[in-house]
């Protein structure tokens, strides 16, 4: 009965201050969108950047591993780093991250396919 009590209470101050307009609700809007990173072909011994650094609030990355194994993959998330090959898959969930991803073609004599790398993330 007490919490009843107090929630109506608290309701009735925010209430009365909004209405007085001395607290500013703000209406939240969540977004969601998505960025594809197409497989590109690197050159023999070339790196690439496929996604400089950018922040996230929110955001669940997929790596399909349908690039080559030759082709490794740098991926840094705020200060941890870590790699894996064009070849497997992986999936990454980051929350107010920073992220950077870079592709490099380990093979010296031929050139190699990156794989798609998907991210889906939220914006509000």
């Given amino acids: ?10 309701g009735g101050i925010v209430g009365s ?4 307009g001395l607290m500013k609700i703000h209406k ?19 790196t690439a950047t496929l996604l400089p650094q950018t922040t996230y609030k929110f955001a669940i990355i997929l790596f399909h591993g349908d690039g080559d194994p030759q082709v490794e993959l740098t991926v840094k998330v705020n ?12 999936i990454e969930v980051v929350a107010n991250e920073t992220v950077e991803i ?14 798609t790398v998907e ?6």
């Fill in 28 to 46: 939240v809007v969540i977004t969601s969108s998505k960025q594809i990173i197409q497989p590109q072909s690197l050159n023999a011994g070339a």
């Fill in 17 to 20: 201050l909004a209405t007085l």
């Fill in 119 to 124: 991210i889906a993330y939220l914006t509000w």
């Fill in 1 to 10: 009965m007490s919490r009843e009590f107090s929630s109506g209470i608290l």
């Fill in 79 to 90: 200060t941890k780093t870590f790699t894996l090959l064009g070849n497997e898959q992986a």
């Fill in 102 to 115: 870079t592709a490099t073609n380990t093979d010296t004599a031929n050139p190699h396919n990156t794989p």
